[in-house]
Protein backbone atom coordinates (compact mmCIF):
# COMPACT_ATOMS: atom_id res chain seq x y z
CA UNK A 1 0.00 0.00 0.00
CA UNK A 2 1.68 3.70 -0.87
CA UNK A 3 2.50 5.38 2.13
CA UNK A 4 1.05 8.97 2.57
CA UNK A 5 3.34 11.56 3.94
CA UNK A 6 2.46 14.98 5.22
CA UNK A 7 4.22 17.82 4.60
CA UNK A 8 3.85 20.65 6.76
CA UNK A 9 4.79 24.07 5.79
CA UNK A 10 3.89 27.43 4.29
CA UNK A 11 2.93 27.44 0.82
CA UNK A 12 6.36 28.37 -1.15
CA UNK A 13 8.08 26.12 1.62
CA UNK A 14 5.94 23.14 0.57
CA UNK A 15 5.75 24.22 -2.73
CA UNK A 16 9.86 23.86 -2.70
CA UNK A 17 9.99 20.29 -0.91
CA UNK A 18 7.11 19.19 -3.16
CA UNK A 19 8.83 20.22 -6.82
CA UNK A 20 11.69 17.81 -5.83
CA UNK A 21 9.49 14.92 -4.82
CA UNK A 22 7.62 14.41 -8.23
CA UNK A 23 9.43 10.70 -8.27
CA UNK A 24 8.73 9.19 -5.32
CA UNK A 25 7.18 6.42 -5.06
CA UNK A 26 4.26 8.03 -2.19
CA UNK A 27 0.99 9.98 -1.11
CA UNK A 28 1.78 13.64 -0.94
CA UNK A 29 -0.33 15.55 1.86
CA UNK A 30 -0.17 19.36 2.32
CA UNK A 31 -1.04 21.63 5.50
CA UNK A 32 -1.09 24.56 5.56
CA UNK A 33 -1.78 27.51 6.71
CA UNK A 34 -4.98 28.20 4.53
CA UNK A 35 -7.10 25.51 2.37
CA UNK A 36 -4.03 26.11 -0.21
CA UNK A 37 -5.03 25.99 -4.24
CA UNK A 38 -1.33 25.65 -5.59
CA UNK A 39 -1.04 22.49 -4.65
CA UNK A 40 -3.56 21.64 -7.05
CA UNK A 41 -1.02 20.20 -10.39
CA UNK A 42 0.02 17.88 -8.42
CA UNK A 43 -3.32 15.96 -7.41
CA UNK A 44 -2.62 16.27 -3.52
CA UNK A 45 -4.61 16.48 -0.71
CA UNK A 46 -4.44 19.32 1.31
CA UNK A 47 -5.81 20.64 4.71
CA UNK A 48 -5.65 24.15 6.36
CA UNK A 49 -4.06 24.46 9.94
CA UNK A 50 -3.25 27.21 11.71
CA UNK A 51 0.76 26.96 11.68
CA UNK A 52 2.86 25.72 13.97
CA UNK A 53 0.06 25.12 16.62
CA UNK A 54 0.11 21.38 17.56
CA UNK A 55 -3.23 20.48 18.15
CA UNK A 56 -4.02 21.82 14.83
CA UNK A 57 -1.43 19.84 13.02
CA UNK A 58 -2.26 16.93 15.16
CA UNK A 59 -5.91 16.77 13.64
CA UNK A 60 -5.09 17.17 10.01
CA UNK A 61 -2.52 14.68 10.31
CA UNK A 62 -5.58 12.46 11.32
CA UNK A 63 -7.85 14.08 9.19
CA UNK A 64 -5.53 13.07 6.13
CA UNK A 65 -4.70 9.92 7.42
CA UNK A 66 -1.12 10.47 7.41
CA UNK A 67 1.78 7.40 8.13
CA UNK A 68 5.08 10.29 8.80
CA UNK A 69 5.23 13.90 9.09
CA UNK A 70 7.90 16.37 7.28
CA UNK A 71 8.61 19.73 8.35
CA UNK A 72 9.72 22.12 5.45
CA UNK A 73 8.99 25.61 7.47
CA UNK A 74 11.53 26.45 10.46
CA UNK A 75 8.68 27.49 12.58
CA UNK A 76 7.19 24.65 12.20
CA UNK A 77 9.58 22.28 13.46
CA UNK A 78 9.01 21.81 17.11
CA UNK A 79 5.25 21.19 16.49
CA UNK A 80 6.03 18.58 13.62
CA UNK A 81 8.15 16.77 16.03
CA UNK A 82 5.64 17.09 19.09
CA UNK A 83 2.85 15.91 16.49
CA UNK A 84 4.88 12.66 15.13
CA UNK A 85 5.85 11.39 18.59
CA UNK A 86 1.88 12.40 19.65
CA UNK A 87 0.73 10.32 16.84
CA UNK A 88 2.96 7.08 17.44
CA UNK A 89 5.13 8.30 13.74
CA UNK A 90 8.53 7.58 12.96
CA UNK A 91 10.51 10.60 14.04
CA UNK A 92 12.89 12.34 16.68
CA UNK A 93 12.03 12.61 20.49
CA UNK A 94 10.84 15.62 22.00
CA UNK A 95 13.50 15.05 24.19
CA UNK A 96 16.32 15.09 21.63
CA UNK A 97 15.00 17.90 19.63
CA UNK A 98 15.31 20.30 22.41
CA UNK A 99 18.89 18.98 23.65
CA UNK A 100 19.85 19.68 20.28
CA UNK A 101 18.33 23.72 20.25
CA UNK A 102 21.26 24.26 22.62
CA UNK A 103 24.42 24.75 21.68
CA UNK A 104 25.11 24.41 25.70
CA UNK A 105 23.72 21.14 25.97
CA UNK A 106 25.11 19.55 22.90
CA UNK A 107 28.70 20.43 24.12
CA UNK A 108 27.86 19.22 27.67
CA UNK A 109 27.16 15.53 25.91
CA UNK A 110 29.56 15.21 23.51
CA UNK A 111 32.22 16.69 26.29
CA UNK A 112 31.19 13.73 28.26
CA UNK A 113 31.67 11.16 25.86
CA UNK A 114 34.73 12.50 24.41
CA UNK A 115 33.58 14.08 21.04
CA UNK A 116 35.74 17.09 20.52
CA UNK A 117 33.91 19.98 20.48
CA UNK A 118 34.15 23.76 20.60
CA UNK A 119 35.06 25.74 23.55
CA UNK A 120 32.77 28.67 25.06
CA UNK A 121 32.07 30.64 27.76
CA UNK A 122 28.50 31.99 28.26
CA UNK A 123 27.14 35.49 29.20
CA UNK A 124 23.56 36.46 29.77
CA UNK A 125 24.35 40.18 30.41
CA UNK A 126 26.22 42.67 28.94
CA UNK A 127 28.68 42.71 31.76
CA UNK A 128 29.40 39.70 31.78
CA UNK A 129 30.54 39.32 28.06
CA UNK A 130 32.50 42.31 28.87
CA UNK A 131 34.46 40.64 31.63
CA UNK A 132 34.67 37.47 29.27
CA UNK A 133 36.43 39.13 26.30
CA UNK A 134 38.80 40.82 28.72
CA UNK A 135 40.07 37.37 29.74
CA UNK A 136 40.24 36.09 25.86
CA UNK A 137 42.29 36.38 22.75
CA UNK A 138 40.57 38.58 20.23
CA UNK A 139 39.41 37.67 17.26
CA UNK A 140 36.60 35.71 18.95
CA UNK A 141 33.00 34.82 17.80
CA UNK A 142 29.78 35.48 19.73
CA UNK A 143 26.91 33.34 19.13
CA UNK A 144 23.06 32.92 20.60
CA UNK A 145 23.07 29.80 22.49
CA UNK A 146 19.65 28.52 22.07
CA UNK A 147 16.52 28.68 19.38
CA UNK A 148 16.06 28.04 15.87
CA UNK A 149 17.65 31.60 14.92
CA UNK A 150 21.07 30.26 17.08
CA UNK A 151 23.02 30.14 13.63
CA UNK A 152 23.50 34.03 14.08
CA UNK A 153 27.28 34.99 14.54
CA UNK A 154 28.95 37.84 15.10
CA UNK A 155 32.73 37.87 15.01
CA UNK A 156 34.49 40.27 17.14
CA UNK A 157 37.58 41.71 16.30
CA UNK A 158 37.69 44.83 18.98
CA UNK A 159 36.22 45.11 22.30
CA UNK A 160 34.44 47.70 20.36
CA UNK A 161 32.50 45.57 18.30
CA UNK A 162 31.19 43.85 21.55
CA UNK A 163 28.02 46.58 22.04
CA UNK A 164 26.49 45.72 18.62
CA UNK A 165 27.37 41.93 18.18
CA UNK A 166 26.01 41.29 21.86
CA UNK A 167 22.80 42.76 20.83
CA UNK A 168 22.05 41.14 18.27
CA UNK A 169 22.71 37.65 19.43
CA UNK A 170 20.95 38.02 22.64
CA UNK A 171 17.93 38.92 20.59
CA UNK A 172 18.44 35.36 18.65
CA UNK A 173 18.62 33.63 21.13
CA UNK A 174 15.34 32.02 23.02
CA UNK A 175 17.54 31.85 26.78
CA UNK A 176 18.92 35.05 26.18
CA UNK A 177 22.30 33.29 26.91
CA UNK A 178 25.11 34.12 24.70
CA UNK A 179 28.42 31.90 24.15
CA UNK A 180 31.47 33.74 23.38
CA UNK A 181 35.03 32.00 22.25
CA UNK A 182 35.30 29.37 19.48
CA UNK A 183 38.21 29.02 17.16
CA UNK A 184 37.26 31.99 14.41
CA UNK A 185 40.22 31.91 12.18
CA UNK A 186 39.63 28.21 11.75
CA UNK A 187 38.15 26.77 8.37
CA UNK A 188 34.54 25.67 8.77
CA UNK A 189 32.66 22.36 7.23
CA UNK A 190 29.58 20.78 7.05
CA UNK A 191 28.99 17.08 7.39
CA UNK A 192 25.81 16.16 6.33
CA UNK A 193 23.94 12.75 6.69
CA UNK A 194 20.42 10.89 7.34
CA UNK A 195 20.06 8.48 10.58
CA UNK A 196 17.85 5.30 10.10
CA UNK A 197 17.57 3.31 13.29
CA UNK A 198 20.67 4.60 15.14
CA UNK A 199 22.69 3.96 11.76
CA UNK A 200 24.52 7.08 10.60
CA UNK A 201 24.55 7.01 5.95
CA UNK A 202 26.97 9.86 5.36
CA UNK A 203 25.53 12.17 2.35
CA UNK A 204 28.79 14.72 1.73
CA UNK A 205 31.02 16.93 3.18
CA UNK A 206 30.84 20.53 2.18
CA UNK A 207 33.43 24.02 3.38
CA UNK A 208 32.08 26.92 4.11
CA UNK A 209 32.88 30.65 2.96
CA UNK A 210 32.15 33.24 5.60
CA UNK A 211 32.48 37.02 5.71
CA UNK A 212 35.12 38.53 7.62
CA UNK A 213 32.58 41.42 9.30
CA UNK A 214 30.94 42.33 12.12
CA UNK A 215 27.32 40.51 11.38
CA UNK A 216 29.06 36.99 9.45
CA UNK A 217 27.36 35.68 7.06
CA UNK A 218 27.51 33.11 5.04
CA UNK A 219 28.40 33.43 1.28
CA UNK A 220 28.91 29.97 0.17
CA UNK A 221 29.64 26.70 0.08
CA UNK A 222 30.86 24.01 -1.40
CA UNK A 223 32.04 20.06 -2.43
CA UNK A 224 34.41 18.61 -2.06
CA UNK A 225 35.96 21.16 0.47
CA UNK A 226 39.12 22.52 -1.30
CA UNK A 227 41.23 21.95 1.07
CA UNK A 228 42.44 18.03 1.96
CA UNK A 229 42.81 18.74 5.43
CA UNK A 230 41.23 17.58 7.79
CA UNK A 231 40.14 14.60 5.50
CA UNK A 232 36.59 14.34 4.50
CA UNK A 233 36.85 11.07 6.60
CA UNK A 234 37.80 12.31 10.18
CA UNK A 235 35.06 14.80 9.27
CA UNK A 236 32.40 11.92 9.03
CA UNK A 237 33.62 9.45 11.54
CA UNK A 238 33.32 12.76 13.69
CA UNK A 239 29.78 13.11 12.51
CA UNK A 240 29.10 9.58 13.39
CA UNK A 241 30.82 9.59 16.55
CA UNK A 242 28.29 12.62 17.38
CA UNK A 243 25.33 10.65 16.61
CA UNK A 244 25.73 7.72 18.58
CA UNK A 245 26.91 10.42 21.65
CA UNK A 246 23.38 12.29 20.95
CA UNK A 247 21.50 8.64 20.43
CA UNK A 248 19.96 10.07 17.97
CA UNK A 249 17.49 7.08 15.94
CA UNK A 250 16.26 8.88 12.94
CA UNK A 251 16.36 11.91 11.43
CA UNK A 252 18.25 14.17 8.38
CA UNK A 253 21.48 16.14 10.20
CA UNK A 254 24.25 19.35 9.74
CA UNK A 255 26.77 18.66 11.98
CA UNK A 256 28.97 21.83 11.31
CA UNK A 257 32.92 21.83 12.64
CA UNK A 258 36.04 24.64 12.68
CA UNK A 259 39.19 22.67 11.89
CA UNK A 260 42.39 23.22 11.13
CA UNK A 261 45.33 21.02 9.68
CA UNK A 262 45.69 19.28 13.30
CA UNK A 263 42.13 19.45 14.57
CA UNK A 264 38.61 19.05 13.92
CA UNK A 265 35.94 20.59 16.92
CA UNK A 266 32.02 20.20 16.64
CA UNK A 267 30.48 23.46 16.18
CA UNK A 268 26.88 22.92 16.35
CA UNK A 269 24.01 20.30 14.98
CA UNK A 270 21.06 20.92 13.58
CA UNK A 271 18.28 19.41 11.87
CA UNK A 272 16.82 22.63 10.69
CA UNK A 273 14.58 22.25 7.46
CA UNK A 274 16.73 25.18 5.71
CA UNK A 275 20.26 23.23 6.15
CA UNK A 276 18.23 20.38 4.98
CA UNK A 277 17.31 22.26 1.57
CA UNK A 278 21.01 23.98 1.34
CA UNK A 279 22.44 20.68 1.45
CA UNK A 280 20.15 18.67 -1.31
CA UNK A 281 20.68 21.74 -3.73
CA UNK A 282 24.39 20.81 -3.26
CA UNK A 283 24.32 17.70 -3.06
CA UNK A 284 21.70 16.63 -6.01
CA UNK A 285 23.92 19.11 -8.41
CA UNK A 286 27.32 17.49 -7.06
CA UNK A 287 26.38 13.71 -7.52
CA UNK A 288 22.51 13.69 -8.54
CA UNK A 289 21.15 12.69 -4.71
CA UNK A 290 17.51 13.20 -3.41
CA UNK A 291 18.18 14.34 -0.21
CA UNK A 292 14.78 15.06 -0.10
CA UNK A 293 13.38 12.22 -1.13
CA UNK A 294 15.34 10.38 1.54
CA UNK A 295 13.90 12.75 3.90
CA UNK A 296 10.63 11.50 3.26
CA UNK A 297 11.06 7.96 3.53
CA UNK A 298 12.85 8.85 6.99
CA UNK A 299 9.65 9.90 8.32
CA UNK A 300 7.78 7.32 7.08
CA UNK A 301 10.18 5.08 8.95
CA UNK A 302 11.93 3.78 5.39
CA UNK A 303 15.49 3.22 4.96
CA UNK A 304 17.18 6.06 2.71
CA UNK A 305 18.44 5.40 -0.88
CA UNK A 306 21.39 7.53 -1.90
CA UNK A 307 22.04 6.61 -4.42
CA UNK A 308 24.73 8.84 -6.07
CA UNK A 309 24.13 9.15 -10.50
CA UNK A 310 27.05 11.56 -11.27
CA UNK A 311 30.15 12.89 -9.36
CA UNK A 312 30.94 16.56 -9.47
CA UNK A 313 32.21 19.59 -7.84
CA UNK A 314 29.11 22.47 -6.93
CA UNK A 315 29.31 25.19 -5.28
CA UNK A 316 26.61 27.96 -4.23
CA UNK A 317 26.71 31.48 -3.54
CA UNK A 318 24.15 33.98 -2.36
CA UNK A 319 23.36 37.13 -4.17
CA UNK A 320 25.24 40.54 -2.79
CA UNK A 321 22.02 42.61 -1.70
CA UNK A 322 21.34 45.21 0.56
CA UNK A 323 18.84 46.33 3.14
CA UNK A 324 15.96 48.44 2.00
CA UNK A 325 13.85 48.66 -0.92
CA UNK A 326 14.24 47.15 -4.54
CA UNK A 327 14.96 49.41 -6.98
CA UNK A 328 16.33 47.14 -10.09
CA UNK A 329 17.43 43.35 -10.22
CA UNK A 330 20.33 43.40 -13.30
CA UNK A 331 22.60 40.57 -14.61
CA UNK A 332 20.47 37.22 -13.76
CA UNK A 333 20.20 36.51 -17.89
CA UNK A 334 23.87 37.50 -18.40
CA UNK A 335 25.09 35.66 -15.32
CA UNK A 336 22.81 32.42 -16.30
CA UNK A 337 25.37 32.09 -19.27
CA UNK A 338 28.35 31.57 -17.38
CA UNK A 339 29.98 28.47 -18.40
CA UNK A 340 28.83 25.64 -15.73
CA UNK A 341 26.52 28.07 -13.60
CA UNK A 342 23.78 25.57 -13.07
CA UNK A 343 20.81 28.03 -11.78
CA UNK A 344 20.38 31.66 -10.33
CA UNK A 345 17.72 31.55 -7.94
CA UNK A 346 16.63 35.54 -7.22
CA UNK A 347 14.04 35.72 -4.68
CA UNK A 348 13.16 39.59 -4.97
CA UNK A 349 12.02 42.13 -7.62
CA UNK A 350 11.90 45.89 -8.02
CA UNK A 351 9.08 47.27 -4.94
CA UNK A 352 10.10 44.37 -2.58
CA UNK A 353 11.92 45.22 0.79
CA UNK A 354 14.51 43.54 2.01
CA UNK A 355 14.49 43.74 5.86
CA UNK A 356 17.76 41.18 6.21
CA UNK A 357 20.70 41.14 3.48
CA UNK A 358 22.56 40.10 6.33
CA UNK A 359 20.86 36.38 6.82
CA UNK A 360 22.78 33.87 8.32
CA UNK A 361 21.21 31.27 6.05
CA UNK A 362 21.56 30.75 1.80
CA UNK A 363 18.73 29.37 1.60
CA UNK A 364 16.66 32.66 2.90
CA UNK A 365 18.75 35.03 1.49
CA UNK A 366 17.21 37.29 -1.24
CA UNK A 367 19.23 34.81 -3.63
CA UNK A 368 21.62 32.38 -5.13
CA UNK A 369 23.80 31.10 -7.54
CA UNK A 370 24.15 27.09 -8.41
CA UNK A 371 27.23 26.26 -10.18
CA UNK A 372 28.76 22.43 -11.02
CA UNK A 373 31.89 21.81 -12.64
CA UNK A 374 34.36 19.01 -12.94
CA UNK A 375 36.86 20.80 -10.42
CA UNK A 376 35.63 22.65 -7.19
CA UNK A 377 37.92 25.23 -7.94
CA UNK A 378 35.88 25.47 -11.80
CA UNK A 379 32.92 25.64 -9.60
CA UNK A 380 33.68 28.63 -6.95
CA UNK A 381 34.81 30.95 -10.17
CA UNK A 382 31.93 30.10 -11.79
CA UNK A 383 29.75 31.10 -8.97
CA UNK A 384 31.98 34.27 -7.80
CA UNK A 385 31.81 35.10 -11.34
CA UNK A 386 27.84 34.98 -11.90
CA UNK A 387 27.76 36.89 -8.13
CA UNK A 388 29.81 39.48 -9.35
CA UNK A 389 27.65 40.12 -12.51
CA UNK A 390 23.83 40.40 -10.44
CA UNK A 391 23.06 43.69 -9.17
CA UNK A 392 20.00 43.75 -6.59
CA UNK A 393 19.81 47.14 -6.27
CA UNK A 394 18.03 48.63 -3.30
CA UNK A 395 17.36 51.92 -1.49
CA UNK A 396 17.10 53.04 2.29
CA UNK A 397 14.02 52.95 4.18
CA UNK A 398 12.95 53.68 7.90
CA UNK A 399 10.62 51.96 10.09
CA UNK A 400 7.83 54.24 9.07
CA UNK A 401 7.63 53.28 5.46
CA UNK A 402 6.82 49.89 6.06
CA UNK A 403 3.31 50.25 6.31
CA UNK A 404 3.17 51.44 2.76
CA UNK A 405 4.63 48.69 1.26
Known amino acids: MTKRILIVGKGQDSRQIADKTKNIDMKILFVDHINNSSYTDLNAESAPADLPDLCSIIESARLL ?4 I ?3 SPNAERAVVQSAAELALPGMSPKLYETIQSRTAIN ?16 KSFGKA ?3 LREIEMPSLIMADKGSRREIICRIDHAEDLPLAFSRVAKASESKNVLIGGPPNASFFSAYGLVHEGQYFPCG ?10 YRTLLGIHTPPS ?3 PPQCKLQELAAATIEALNMNIGSVCIEFAAD ?19 HELLSHAYGMNIIGDCLRLAIGEKPKRKPIHQKACAIYTLDASTGVVEEVNGVEEASKIPNVECIVCKVKPGDLIRHAVDPNIMTSPGHVIAAAPTVKEAISAAKQARAICKITATAYSRNDEDTL
Open 205 to 214: VAQHTYSSSL
Open 70 to 72: YCA
Open 108 to 123: RILADKGVPCAEFKSA
Open 261 to 279: ENDAVVMDVSVSANHTLLH
Open 130 to 132: QAI
Open 65 to 68: KADG
Open 227 to 229: TEL
